[in-house]
């Protein structure tokens, strides 16, 4: 077995559609750490090419810049919103901004490959191993049916494990050896500054007109963010090749609204991007959630009540029952509204991964409780949650065992986790910078109860638990120390009160 390690510090990053293409320098060598520590006293030196100035703040700059211009309009109802602006007793405006987040899986990005006349044999663990197939086969210049992709187990994927560029390494280094199979394996920095496709950064501009009552006359939402699917279009767009997972949730609200108004912008980057756990939702849910609980706070109304008037109104919701029974379950569980120690407060927030392209749903309501000391220490106490169970589950314990990880994978996005650019290139690089949650940091006490719905196939139980932890956390965070925090992550903010 030969080893190799590859260094892609100069990536150019396409910006079009394009798949991303990288200059690389790769060493051979008898052991993966020989090969690293020659590639590590290389005399390489790269040219980092026009984006090499650019940092965070200039992207969003350069976000915010995109929303002064006209975007793709997704939804116009029930007339003009600058009229009904016009009659509101309140309005309510507020802008949220995400970070670029990395997949940061356990196993960094790995292939082993063989490249012989008229054959290439691939050993990977891949989501997507038909990807895998058909990028080998681009790389190695034959047809997809002289590629065999051997598949092996995959130690997390998240959206990010799919014919990621590690096959392409693979190939292209054993395309030069004769048939002698390489084997490239990326270091945890090669992984998450080079071998990631992030999930994307972006802006929610929300506002809305309240009638006397505090019940919305009209929302008007507009969006930016990277586009998920550069490298897929057109599949998987919504209208006007629109990214369907950057309008996700918003395209079709629960909560009635006579008006409403929403359109999206699109900013590609240098900065790659793709799908990652809970994709378009993971943005869309901690904007409208916020959102809503701030106008319940402007109505002067309770953030369940609220919901749970708003849903009960909008008689077109083909879910809508569905909805107020998991609000009213999980409200039960939590024992909403009862007396919490000093420093205590719950937070409320429903999802159910709805999308324009599938009928299928996956609803999840969660109550999470978290506490926050006059210094600013945020612990999450408890999380309660109702799951949609659709007809039934093969593996009810497997179900409880997904919603359980997702809790600790949407805790780590909403406290601490955030890609950030310097000089044009990714500062995190393994998890001292890039923090995941610890067994220490997980609530002591989870609830889960599962919903006996109207018989209908659920859409997936990997990634629904997640969008709701941060929205949630983020409105129990405002009951306690009257901060509203609008961007992401928390940890990012002074959390002190009292």
């Known amino acids: 077995m030969i080893a190799g390690s590859g260094a892609r510090e100069n990536a150019n990053f396409g910006t079009s559609g394009q798949e991303y293409r990288y200059a690389a320098v790769a060493v051979v060598a008898d052991t993966w750490w020989r090969a690293k520590t020659a590639l590590d006293v290389m005399p390489i030196e790269w040219d980092f090419g026009p984006n090499r100035h650019l940092n965070t703040d200039e992207l969003f700059k350069a976000d915010f810049e995109t929303m002064k211009k006209a975007g793709t309009i997704v939804l116009e109802e029930g007339g003009s919103y600058v009229a009904a602006k016009s009659k509101a007793a309140k309005v309510v405006e507020a802008t949220y901004t995400v970070p670029f987040l990395a997949h940061a899986r356990m196993e960094p990005g790995n292939a082993t490959a063989m490249v012989t006349p008229g054959r290439v044999d691939l050993w990977t663990g891949d989501q997507s191993p038909q990807f895998a197939m058909l990028r080998a086969a681009d790389e190695a210049g034959v047809t997809p049916d002289k590629v065999f992709v051997h598949t092996t187990f995959l130690g997390g994927g998240y959206g990010g494990g799919g014919g990621s560029d590690q096959v392409r390494q693979a190939v292209a280094v054993a395309k030069t050896l004769n048939g002698r199979p390489v084997k490239v394996l990326w270091t945890r920095e090669e992984d998450m500054r080079l071998g990631e496709k992030y999930r ?24 930016n963010g990277d586009r998920y699917d550069r490298g897929l279009v057109p599949a998987g767009t919504y209208r006007n090749m629109v990214s369907e997972q950057a309008v996700r949730g918003l395209h079709e609200l629960p909560y009635f609204v006579p008006t409403l108004y929403y359109d999206v912008h699109t900013q590609n980057s240098h900065v790659p991007v793709g799908f990652r756990r809970a994709t378009g939702s993971s943005v869309n849910v901690f904007y409208l959630e916020s959102f809503i609980d701030e106008l319940a706070h402007a109505a002067g109304k309770d953030p369940y009540g609220y919901r749970r008037e708003l849903v009960k109104r909008n008689a077109r919701f083909r879910d809508r029952d569905d909805w107020l029974r998991a609000l009213d379950m999980v409200a039960e569980m939590s024992g909403w509204g009862t007396p919490l120690p000093e420093g205590w407060a719950r937070g409320i927030a429903i999802d159910d991964r709805r999308r324009p ?142």
């Open 200 to 223: 994307p950064m972006g802006i929610g501009r929300f506002e809305a007109a309240l009638d006397p009552d505090g019940w919305p006359l009209a929302i008007s939402m507009r969006t």
């Open 357 to 498: 392209s599938r009928s299928t749903v996956a609803l999840c309501a969660e109550v999470v409780t978290v506490s926050v000391s006059r210094g600013g220490l945020l612990r999450l106490e408890r999380v309660d949650a109702v799951f949609d169970e659709g007809f039934s589950f093969v593996n009810p314990l497997s179900v409880r065992k997904q919603i359980e990880g997702q809790i600790a994978w949407g805790l780590g996005d909403a406290m601490w986790q955030e890609i950030t650019v310097k000089d044009g290139r990714v500062v995190e690089g393994n998890f001292d910078q890039f923090q995941i949650a610890r067994m220490a940091d997980y609530p002591p006490k989870v609830n889960i109860a599962f919903l006996k719905s109207n018989n209908k196939w659920i859409s997936g139980v990997g990634e629904e638990v997640i969008p709701q932890i941060a929205p949630a956390v983020a409105q129990a965070v405002f009951k306690t120390t009257g901060k509203r925090i609008r961007s992401l992550p928390l940890g990012n903010h002074d959390l002190r009160w009292g």
